[in-house]
């Protein structure tokens, strides 16, 4: 039984979504577009809390959507979050949205009850605008084992907007990561990942001696799509996982304790006020630049005792 709630123009629209041009049932359109739901169960579920629209009218996800038909994914009924009152760092913020930093080993959303959305009233200013979302929403995900920065919208409109621009690509992502090995110079790594095309930019910034791996190497990346782990799983195909990756690693390149050297360092996208350009960046996280100092160390120390025993 669907959950009738207020009509769609009375509840934030999440995101307007675009589908193929063949007819489609409802719930695998939701599964693909939406990344909040990434299997066709859980956007079935969401159907029938009545969260999803089909040219105005809450639809089950069994309904076939046609072509032309206008999907919109709503804001749920009531919406408000338990608040988890954890300090995050706000790297950037008005009235329309917000660029935080979410700390690795914090989910970005979902049922738990520790997740970056759940921090989120505790660390953002209310919007003052008509439009304003009943709580601050992010606006795309990171693994839960990866930090930095995360878009998060503030009203209506900032939604709409930053979910447009993610959805047709022209948000600019840029990452770091520490990988096990020496990998030399750039590159583009073109491989689909579960039937989808998936393509990430990457180039060597730094080569530091490793006691266990021989090498590790700084590389910036920034992806041309948005894929399930797939900054993890093409560094792993070039045969240079991310340190600490126990998922798509090589025994021994796990550290207990210190997580995933990954990060997301810089957002670019155009304000949905004004059109213009934002881009928001922030250091590397302190461990990468602690791995690096104490692995050359540990290196220089050895060399040194090979050199004594000679």
């Known amino acids: 039984m669907i959950r009738r709630g207020p009509a769609p123009e009375a509840r934030a629209v999440l995101a307007r979504i675009r589908h193929a041009a063949e007819p489609q049932r409802l719930d695998r359109v939701v599964s693909e577009a939406v ?118 919208a503030k009203t209506r409109g900032a939604h709409a907007a930053l979910g447009a621009a993610f959805e047709a690509r022209t948000v600019r992502k840029e990452y770091r990561a520490l990988v096990v ?6 590159g583009l790594v073109d491989a689909a990942l579960d039937g989808r095309a998936a393509r990430t930019r990457w180039a ?15 590389v910036a990346l920034r992806p041309e799509t948005g894929r399930t782990h797939q900054l993890r799983r093409h560094l792993a195909g070039l045969g240079h996982p991310v340190l600490g990756d126990g998922l798509y690693g090589e025994p021994g390149t796990t550290l207990v304790g210190k997580g995933l050297y990954l990060a997301a360092v810089a957002l670019t996208f155009a304000h949905p006020d004004t059109g213009e350009p934002l881009t928001v960046r922030i250091a590397e996280p302190y461990k990468f630049g602690a791995f690096r100092a104490r692995e050359a160390r540990r290196w220089a120390r050895l060399r040194a005792e090979d050199r004594g025993t000679a």
Not at 54 to 70: L, T
Not at 181 to 186: K, N, T
Not at 206 to 214: D, L, M, Q, Y
Request: aromatic share 4%; charged share 25%.
């Open 181 to 186: 090995g020496r990998l030399e110079g750039e």
């Open 35 to 152: 990344r909040a739901f990434p299997t066709r169960a859980s956007a079935r579920k969401a159907c029938r809390r009545g969260e999803v629209a089909v040219n105005g009218e809450i639809s089950e996800g069994s309904r076939w959507v046609q072509p032309g038909d206008e999907v919109c994914w709503l804001e749920p009924e009531g919406a408000r979050v338990p608040v988890l009152p954890l300090p995050v760092e706000v790297a950037w913020e008005d009235d329309a949205l917000a660029i935080v930093v979410k700390p690795a080993g914090l989910p970005t959303s979902g049922a738990l009850s520790k997740t970056l959305e759940r921090t989120l009233p505790h660390n953002l200013r209310p919007s003052p605008r008509p439009d304003a979302l009943g709580a601050p929403r992010p606006v795309h995900r990171l693994d839960a084992q990866t930090q930095g920065l995360v878009a998060v």
């Open 204 to 218: 060597a910034e730094e080569h530091t001696p490793a006691v266990r791996s021989g090498w590790v190497t700084t």
